[in-house]
């Protein structure tokens, strides 16, 4: 309270106001971030790798399920040459259940190796892992890394789609 002349003000109100806004903001900051995950329904797992100085034909696969369908897609090295460098793709169907499985073993440990891109992928010429989870509200998660470099959770994920779809 501060005096003045013959009223009496009382200042604390806008200063309590402003205690609980930086109250709100500091319990906001410490929210882990894995806490802070999209809510809605997963709809989509993509894997992926690609290995640019690679032996072999294909230099690139990615494997995606989107409900209880499964595609697989290998890329060749020069694939701007569509007509000479056309991409293999396999498709086949998994069970309600597997789908329902795979979507319920991504919890909040495992979106919370979704970063992004971890160091470099592929700058010493090694082979790039990526994965990424797209949910119902057009948003999605991502992580990109050398292989053999990825979050724990990430690559058991990875191990998972991998045994629900073997490459061809």
């Known amino acids: 309270m501060r005096f003045k002349g013959w009223m009496l003000t009382v200042v604390r109100p806008r200063r309590l106001r402003l205690d609980a806004g930086v109250a709100l903001l500091a319990m906001l900051a410490i929210t882990p971030a894995a806490a802070q995950q999209p809510s809605n329904e997963i709809v989509r797992i993509r894997i992926g790798d690609a290995c640019g100085m690679c032996s072999g034909k294909y230099s690139m696969s990615v494997t995606s399920i989107e409900g209880t369908r499964v595609t697989q ?95 061809y």
């Open 73 to 167: 897609t290998l890329i060749e090295r020069g694939d701007e040459d569509t007509v000479r460098h056309r991409p293999k793709t396999e498709r086949h169907r998994i069970s309600q259940q597997d789908w329902d499985a795979l979507r319920q073993s991504i919890d909040s440990t495992t979106l919370a190796g979704f970063v992004g891109t971890i160091g470099c992928p592929g700058c010493t010429d090694s082979s790039v892992e990526w994965a990424e989870v797209d949910f119902a509200d057009g948003s999605k998660r991502s992580v990109e890394f050398d292989t053999g470099a990825g979050p724990p959770a990430v690559t058991k994920l990875i191990a998972r789609v991998e045994a629900l779809a073997p490459r």
